[in-house]
C-alpha cells in the first residue's frame, strides 16, 4: 500500500482534506466521518483484512486529532474527539470506521463531563471492538473511552456511540485527569 493512494482515493474525496472543516462555528456538535463512502475502502480490502482495515482508519483518525491539537486556536473552548457509531455490522467483522466529533465553542463546556457521568460502567461489546482497534496500534493509552448509549423513538432504535477522547495530562508527568473504561 503506498501512502498517497489514501490520500488520493479516500481523504481528498472527503470534506476534512481542507483542515478548516474541523475550525467551522457549528451550531451544535459536528461527525465528520473518515469516510463517508464505503466503495473508497475497495482498494484497502483487497490488500488486507477488515480488520486491518479498521486499524488503518484508527491510525488516520489519531493523525488527524494531533493535527487538530496543533492546529486548534488554544484560547477557544472546542470539544474534539474520535467517535464510532456505525456498529451494524460488528458482528460479521465488518470495517469500523470512525468520525471525527467536534462541538465548537463554548456550549462545549462540560461536555465530556456529562458524557463521563452517563457512561455505562458495563464495558459493550462494541466499546471492546473499538478500545481493541487502539491497542493493536498502540494508541489506547492516550486515549480514554466512553459510550453513550440511548433509545431514539424517532428512528425506533438504539442509538450507540463510542467516544475516543485524548486525556488530558496536568502538569504532573504521567497523571491523567479523566479515569478510562477498560475491558
Not at 54 to 71: D, H, Q, T
Not at 82 to 93: A, K, P, S, V
Not at 153 to 166: G, M
Amino acid at each position: 500500500m503506498i501512502l498517497a493512494e489514501i490520500y488520493r482515493k479516500i481523504i481528498s474525496k472527503e470534506p476534512y482534506k481542507d483542515m478548516g472543516v474541523f475550525f467551522e462555528s457549528y451550531e451544535s456538535f459536528e461527525e465528520i466521518p473518515l469516510v463517508s463512502r464505503y466503495k473508497r475502502l475497495g482498494f484497502l480490502k483487497k490488500e488486507m483484512s477488515n480488520d486491518k482495515v479498521s486499524e488503518v482508519l484508527a491510525g488516520v483518525a489519531i493523525f488527524l486529532m494531533n493535527l487538530i491539537k496543533i492546529m486548534g486556536e488554544t484560547d477557544k473552548c472546542s470539544f474534539y474527539a474520535i467517535t464510532f457509531t456505525d456498529f451494524y455490522g460488528i458482528d460479521e467483522r465488518e470495517v469500523l470506521v470512525p468520525n471525527i466529533f467536534v462541538y465548537p465553542g463554548m456550549a462545549s463546556v462540560g461536555f465530556i463531563d456529562n458524557i463521563k457521568e452517563k457512561s455505562a460502567r458495563d464495558v459493550s461489546k462494541e466499546m471492546k471492538e473499538v478500545i481493541n482497534k487502539f491497542h493493536k496500534i498502540g494508541g489506547e493509552a492516550i486515549f480514554d473511552f466512553y459510550e453513550s448509549r440511548f433509545y431514539d423513538s424517532a428512528c425506533d432504535e438504539e442509538v450507540i456511540r463510542v467516544f475516543v477522547v485524548l486525556k488530558e495530562v496536568d502538569n504532573r508527568v504521567g497523571k491523567s485527569s479523566f479515569r478510562s473504561l477498560r475491558p
